[in-house]
């Protein structure tokens, strides 16, 4: 079965600091995608990232990064110097190969303060 | 502006008064589907169509209807709502291009009383 935990349910942190969300997922299946999701207070789910399983190579976008390990099934966010624009929940989430079907973790809910 | 449109955002209806969360999406994606976020469980797949007239259960199907008469619309049926669906609810579609990127909804914020 496919799972998906973040074990982190809330940070705070103060602006500018650098802020690390984890997520482990479990899979048998070699080809899968990773996603992660952000949640702002107006609600809506905004796409950040997909990553397929056959590429472990780190991204980088502005602020934002993200670090992929097979070896020890994590797919990490972070963001570095935070802003209060930066204050949501965020989702980290897997698919199968050739299913659309979104599997959520809980969710980390970040709060930065001025 | 590609978008996935819901309908209402916000619903307070009571139990057994059967209602209907619509969702249009005009990115001409073939697939659709319907989750609720509930505290602490993250969102969890209702029902899912992967085109016009082929609809399948997700994991949280109990109590809900779906149907995909056209493309574009996916509405949520509650024939009977009880307050355990009070919930967060979005609809997200994709296009089947191997990217499997899910674009969502704004969220329907429904409370049975």
């Known amino acids: 079965a496919q799972k998906v935990t973040q074990a982190q349910t809330e940070i705070s942190v103060v602006e500018k600091e650098d802020v690390t969300l984890d997520c482990v997922y479990e899979?048998?299946?070699?080809?899968?995608?990773l996603f992660w999701y952000k949640q702002p207070p107006s609600g809506e789910l905004v796409f950040l990232i997909r990553?397929?399983?056959?590429?472990?190579q780190n991204e980088i976008s502005g602020r934002y990064s993200w670090n992929f390990q097979k070896s020890t099934s994590s797919f990490n966010f972070t963001i570095t110097a935070s802003q209060v624009v930066d204050s949501a929940v965020y989702f980290c989430?897997?698919?199968?190969?050739?299913?659309?079907?979104?599997?959520f973790g809980t969710g980390t809910r970040l709060q930065v303060f001025p | 502006e590609a978008q996935v449109t819901q309908n209402p955002r916000y619903l307070i209806t009571v139990t057994g008064k059967k209602l209907t969360v619509t969702c249009s999406q005009n990115?001409?994606?073939?697939?659709m589907s319907w989750y609720r976020q509930d505290p602490g469980l993250g969102l969890r797949q209702i029902y899912y169509s992967m085109n016009v007239e082929v609809t399948d259960k997700g994991d949280v199907p109990e109590g809900y209807k779906v149907s995909r008469k056209e493309k574009r619309n996916f509405p949520l049926i509650l024939e009977s709502p009880s307050p355990n669906q009070t919930s967060l609810y979005f609809c997200a579609s994709s296009l089947r291009d191997g990217l499997n990127i899910q674009y969502f909804g704004a969220g329907t914020r429904l409370s049975v009383l």
């Open positions: 990553r397929n399983s056959f590429d472990e």
């Open positions: 989430a897997l698919t199968r190969y050739n299913t659309d079907k979104l599997i």
């Open positions: 899979t048998r299946d070699t080809t899968y995608y």
């Open positions: 990115m001409n994606h073939e697939y």
